[in-house]
């Protein structure tokens, strides 16, 4: 079965600076989707950055970028120049390739706190 | 437009009762996922539907968990003879297409409490 496996409970950073979040996961499957999405207090997830796990090309979005490593099975969020309003839940996601499913197994999260 | 909503907000019963949580996603969404969201844990999928079918009903935690959606777009996920450890928020989450390519849109939730 997949995982998906967060190490970082909680987690800092001052505003402007860059802070890293770790991911990795399980699976057996070679054609994959893998997001992070973020929840701030308000409970309302939002879908941050998606990576599909054929394409070799590092997602980015802004100042919000990964580094996806297939073969350790990584997949890592960098938040540049962090803003108050990044402070949230961050979880990290995994979903199967086509098919007729398409929930996501998510991680436990990281809580991420922006310090002014 | 509209995103998915979510009633009530929050919800707070009696040990013993039975509760109807509501979800209405967006127009168009012909998938639509149930999760639960435990305190410190992550997101554990409960139930989705392709339409009004729900073709796999494993991730549902007992057989007091039940859910329904009619017409292809309203959802109600109804919990009998609730427990303490049902205590949890609920999210539901819509999208174009039961695949993990089609993004999934989140409601607020349901914040259910059990006393």
């Known amino acids: 079965a997949q995982t998906v496996t967060q190490s970082q409970p909680e987690m800092s950073v001052q505003e402007a600076?860059?802070?890293?979040?770790?991911?990795?996961?399980?699976?057996?499957?070679?054609?994959?989707?893998?997001?992070?999405?973020?929840?701030?207090p308000s409970r309302q997830m939002i879908l941050v950055i998606r990576q599909e796990a054929y394409k070799q090309q590092n997602a980015t979005e802004n100042r919000f970028s990964v580094n996806f490593q297939k073969a350790a099975k990584s997949f890592s969020l960098k938040i540049s120049d962090s803003q108050l309003g990044d402070a949230a839940m961050y979880f990290c996601a995994y979903g199967a390739p086509g098919g007729s499913q398409g929930n996501l197994i998510f991680g436990k999260g990281t809580k991420l706190s922006v310090k002014p | 437009g509209a995103g998915v909503?979510?009633?009530?907000?929050?919800?707070?019963?009696?040990?013993?009762?039975?509760?109807?949580?509501?979800?209405?996603?967006?127009?168009?969404?012909?998938?639509?996922?149930?999760?639960?969201?435990?305190?410190?844990?992550?997101?554990?999928?409960?139930?989705?539907?392709?339409?009004?079918?729900?073709?796999?009903?494993?991730?549902?935690?007992?057989?007091?968990?039940?859910?329904?959606?009619?017409?292809?777009?309203?959802?109600?996920?109804?919990?009998?003879?609730?427990?303490?450890?049902?205590?949890?928020?609920?999210?539901?989450a819509s999208s174009l297409g039961a695949s993990s390519y089609n993004e999934q849109f989140f409601g607020p939730g349901t914040r259910l409490t059990v006393l």
Do not use: M
């Open chain 2, 5 to 92: 909503s979510q009633s009530p907000s929050n919800k707070v019963t009696e040990k013993g009762k039975d509760v109807e949580l509501r979800c209405d996603p967006i127009s168009g969404h012909t998938a639509l996922y149930w999760y639960r969201q435990s305190l410190g844990q992550g997101l554990e999928f409960l139930i989705y539907f392709q339409g009004n079918s729900a073709p796999d009903k494993s991730g549902l935690p007992s057989d007091r968990f039940s859910a329904e959606r009619t017409g292809g777009s309203v959802s109600t996920l109804t919990i009998q003879r609730t427990q303490q450890e049902d205590s949890a928020v609920y999210l539901c």
């Open chain 1, 17 to 40: 600076e860059t802070v890293t979040l770790s991911c990795t996961y399980d699976t057996s499957e070679s054609d994959y989707y893998l997001f992070w999405y973020k929840q701030p």
